[in-house]
Nanobody, 114 residues
Framework: QVQLVESGGGLVQSGGSLRLSCAAS????????MGWYRQAPGSQRESVAT???????NYADSVKGRFTISRDNAKNTVYLQMNSLKPEDTAVYYC????????WGQGTQVSVSS
């Protein structure tokens, strides 16, 4: 029973910040690549930020310099610190864990008002 549970979403004004957390269970967390994806209404799910098991990170160009992904293997948790939020960041954010198989969280809503 693999579980990825996101938290930290909410409503914030443009320019504000949020920190998303994803707590994983049922996997050997340190062996998995982790990531955050988002899906806005009417759009495809897109990668926002990923972090490998060795700690290498990648970001979508649209969030580079504003978002930071990190992981705490001792807590089996991956984070997404989101600063300088823009209305176009509004989406459901999903936690991802991937190795031989891929797992997804249920998603958490992030809404940024102008």
């Amino acid at each position: 029973q693999v579980q990825l549970v996101e938290s930290g979403g909410g409503l914030v004004q443009s320019g504000g910040s949020l920190r998303l957390s994803c707590a994983a269970s049922g996997i050997i967390f340190s062996a998995y690549a982790m990531g955050w994806y988002r899906q806005a209404p009417g759009s495809q799910r897109e990668s926002v930020a990923t972090i490998t098991s060795s700690g290498s990170t990648n970001y979508a160009d649209s969030v580079k310099g504003r978002f930071t992904i990190s992981r705490d293997n001792a807590k089996n948790t991956v984070y997404l610190q989101m600063n300088s939020l823009k209305p176009e960041d509004t989406a459901v954010y999903y936690c991802y864990a991937g190795r031989l198989k891929a797992y997804w969280g249920q998603g958490t809503q992030v809404s940024v008002s102008s």
